[in-house]
């Protein structure tokens, strides 16, 4: 059966980096585009990160864009989210998914919680 | 960016009646090779979200038959034809016609 599980997530200061990795199981993932959404404490889901099957076309969110970077490792089955430069507004439960033929996120992991404050 | 619009934000319901969630985007979802592509997730209590209907009204696998989707264009609505206990939680729509994928600010679903 499909598998996604985060890891990665912690307590870091402003300004610090965190690397989150998703690894993939049950399906073939190199065939897969993938994406990273995040949910902060409370509020609703915001779509983070896109990246093709190949890694050749990636997206960014406007409020990450220049401080996080996708990518993924096909080879590993995995999918990371390097984040830099890490803001309090970034405080929020990580999921990475799966985007399916029909476009739209049908596996879903767990999560992981990531938490900046000082 | 399109903006996605749900309404109501919540919605209390008794138990084995219908429940219907609504859709709105500032712009059309039809996308150039002419599918629409506007999904519907749940978000149990303490869980991630769950794919339900993708393509406005296609059922992903093992979602129960009650829940059913339609709409065209801008305008999209999730239903629930008989509201179980099973069905608490938070439902959100989201378009990925476009980049950036954007999603609805979520409906909470309760039972009265």
């Known amino acids: 059966q499909v598998q996604l599980v985060e890891s990665g997530g912690g307590l870091v200061k402003p300004g610090g980096s965190l690397r989150l990795s998703c690894a993939a199981s049950?399906?073939?993932?190199?065939?897969?585009?993938m994406s990273w959404i995040r949910q902060a404490p409370g509020k609703g889901l915001e779509w983070v990160s896109y990246?093709?099957?190949?890694?050749?076309?990636?997206y960014y969110a406007d409020s990450v864009k220049g401080r996080f970077t996708i990518s993924r490792d096909n080879a590993k089955n995995s999918l990371y989210l390097q984040m830099n430069s890490l803001r309090a507004e970034d405080t929020a439960v990580y999921y990475c998914?799966?985007?399916?033929?029909?476009?739209?996120?049908?596996?879903w992991g767990q999560g992981t919680l990531v938490t900046v404050s000082s | 960016d399109i903006v996605m619009t749900q309404t109501p934000l919540s919605s209390p319901v008794t138990l084995g009646q219908p429940a219907s969630i609504s859709c709105r985007s500032s712009?059309?979802?039809?996308?150039?090779?002419?599918?629409?592509?506007l999904s519907w997730l749940q978000q149990r209590p303490g869980q991630p979200p769950r794919l339900l209907i993708y393509?406005?009204?296609n059922r992903f696998s093992g979602v129960p038959d009650r829940f059913s989707g339609s709409g065209a264009g801008t305008d999209f609505t999730l239903k629930i034809s008989r509201v179980e206990a099973e069905d608490v939680g938070v439902y959100y729509c989201?378009?990925?016609?476009?980049?950036?994928?954007?999603f609805g600010q979520g409906t909470k679903l309760e039972i009265k």
């Open positions: 049950g399906f073939t993932f190199s065939d897969y585009y």
């Open positions: 998914a799966r985007e399916g033929a029909q476009m739209a996120l049908d596996y």
């Open positions: 712009q059309s979802l039809v996308h150039s090779d002419g599918n629409t592509y």
């Open positions: 990246i093709s099957s190949s890694g050749s076309t990636i």
């Open positions: 989201m378009q990925a016609t476009q980049f950036l994928y954007t």
């Open positions: 393509k406005i009204s």
